[in-house]
T-cell receptor, first 106, second 111 residues
Framework: KNEVEQSPQNLTAQEGEFITINCSYS?????LHWLQQHPGGGIVSLFM???GKKKHGRLIATINIQEKHSSLHITASHPRDSAVYIC????????FGAGTRLTVKP | DAMVIQNPRYQVTQFGKPVTLSCSQT?????MYWYQQKSSQAPKLLFH???????NEADTPDNFQSRRPNTSFCFLDIRSPGLGDAAMYLC??????????FGPGTRLTVT
């Protein structure tokens, strides 16, 4: 069983919709990362969290340490948000979720 | 300004022909990582350098080697590439166990 589980695997939304991607993990961690990977491969780090909530523009990330759960929210989604979003946790090393492929249609 | 640079972005090599991928960073981070990512899969850590200390993952094949001649540069050497080694190779850096900064990746094709 993967230590990091993401849901959904695939998500299609209409432009403007509010989007939530979930991440659950089964190990004690020191930090959780949300990453964005566009077609072509480059990965961008969106957030690193160890508690609470962070906001950057239209992106919000929350983490509940007790429940071992994190969510990434995108408000007012746009087609340029289309990408794979990856949750990764720092345990003994970095463990990655399988990613959520988001497609935002105009 | 680019912070983690990978060269080349696309590399084609022949089966069994050694290939070297390069990563450089302008962040002065002490930790550098190499990941392998196959199509539709999560990145898989191959190894990392903590300063000059090399840390190999247990399941990284011997075919993969790495060099870090100085803080700024790290190389991934694939001694005898097989068809199964075709993948995106991602370099990342961090200061201690802080946030990782990823390069754009090198897509390796093996013919």
């Amino acid at each position: 069983k993967n230590e990091v589980e993401q849901s959904p695997q695939n998500l299609t939304a209409q432009e403007g919709e509010f989007i939530t991607i979930n991440c659950s993990y089964s190990v004690g961690i020191s930090a959780l990362h949300w990453l964005q990977q566009h077609p072509g491969g480059g990965i961008v780090s969106l957030f690193m969290l160890s508690s609470g909530k962070k906001k950057h523009g239209r992106l919000i990330a929350t983490i509940n340490i007790q429940e071992k759960h994190s969510s990434l929210h995108i408000t007012a989604s746009h087609p340029r948000d289309s990408a794979v979003y990856i949750c990764a946790v720092r345990w003994t090393d970095m463990r990655f979720g399988a990613g959520t492929r988001l497609t935002v249609k105009p | 300004d680019a912070m983690v640079i990978q060269n080349p972005r696309y590399q084609v090599t022949q089966f069994g022909k050694p290939v070297t991928l390069s990563c450089s960073q302008t962040l002065n981070h002490n930790v550098m990582y190499w990941y392998q990512q196959k199509s539709s899969q999560a990145p898989k850590l191959l190894f990392h350098y903590y300063d000059k200390d090399f840390n190999n993952e247990a399941d990284t094949p011997d075919n993969f080697q790495s060099r870090r001649p100085n803080t700024s540069f790290c190389f991934l050497d694939i001694r005898s590439p097989g068809l199964g080694d075709a993948a995106m190779y991602l370099c990342a850096t961090s200061r201690e166990n802080d946030e990782q900064y990823f390069g754009p990746g090198t897509r390796l094709t093996v013919t």
